[in-house]
């Protein structure tokens, strides 16, 4: 089936530095990519949208500034968290799709900002 | 605008139990529904989906759901519940013809007793 690889699994940072988290489907050609942040015991709240090729879409109050996207070929998308602080520390998970066809999920990368 | 709703946050059940997680939701549009599964620190995992058709739906692991739309519902349902079904679920919607943004629920935590 259809794979979504999420690197780094975890990742620690201290405060001020930027962390890069990577999504690739490694089977399958992904036209969008999503990006969601997911705080404890929480539901999972959408970022952005990425769209091979062009900007992406961000969802109101995210700051596209702080975290940028890019979605460069059909299999990558990177997520950069720029001068990253404590809240900023979460879970992020990625998922990808090719047109209409459903949604595969990475395996999420823990952040933790110190 | 879409909303769901889990109006559990925790399900504690014995093993070999049946158990119902209840998730409702709000659209001014026709949607799609999805049951997402979420094992700790790990992405999400879809369990089943409502598209079109049957209303009675039956996914992985055992696991079904039932669409009601005069009630805007779509509860989980397994009649026989293992120690490995423990895990977070969400319930998740999107819009018929549109991108493939999911709207989540908050979540259920599902916990397996022996």
């Known amino acids: 089936g259809a794979v979504v690889s999420q690197h780094p699994s975890w990742v620690i940072c201290k405060s001020g530095t930027s962390v890069k988290i990577e999504c690739r489907s490694l089977?399958?050609?992904?036209?969008?990519m999503f990006w969601y942040r997911q705080f404890p015991k929480q539901s999972l709240m959408l970022m952005a949208t990425?769209?091979?090729?062009?900007?992406?879409?961000?969802e109101q109050g995210v700051e596209k500034d702080k975290f940028l996207i890019n979605h460069a070929s059909l299999t990558l998308s990177t997520l950069t968290v720029t001068s990253a602080h404590p809240e900023d520390s979460s879970f992020y998970i990625c998922?990808?799709?090719?047109?209409?066809?459903?949604?595969?999920f990475g395996n999420g990368t823990r952040l933790t900002v110190t | 605008a879409q909303s769901v709703t889990q109006l559990d946050s925790q399900v504690p059940v014995f093993e070999e139990a049946p158990v119902e997680l209840r998730c409702n939701y709000s659209?001014?549009?026709?949607?799609?529904l999805f049951w997402y599964v979420q094992y700790p620190n790990q992405g999400l995992q879809l369990l089943l989906k409502?598209?079109?058709?049957?209303?009675l739906v039956k996914g992985i692991n055992g696991f079904e759901a039932e669409f009601n739309k005069s009630q805007t519902s779509f509860h989980l349902r397994k009649p026989s519940v293992h120690i490995s079904d423990t895990a977070e679920y969400f319930c998740?919607?999107?819009?018929?013809?549109?991108?493939?943004?999911?709207?989540f629920g908050q979540g259920t935590r599902l916990t397996i007793n022996p």
């Open positions: 998922s990808a799709s090719a047109g209409d066809s459903p949604l595969h």
């Open positions: 089977d399958f050609q992904a036209t969008t």
């Open positions: 990425s769209n091979e090729g062009s900007k992406a879409t961000y």
């Open positions: 659209s001014s549009v026709s949607v799609y």
């Open positions: 409502y598209l079109s058709g049957s209303t």
């Open positions: 998740a919607v999107r819009k018929v013809g549109g991108a493939q943004k999911l709207v």
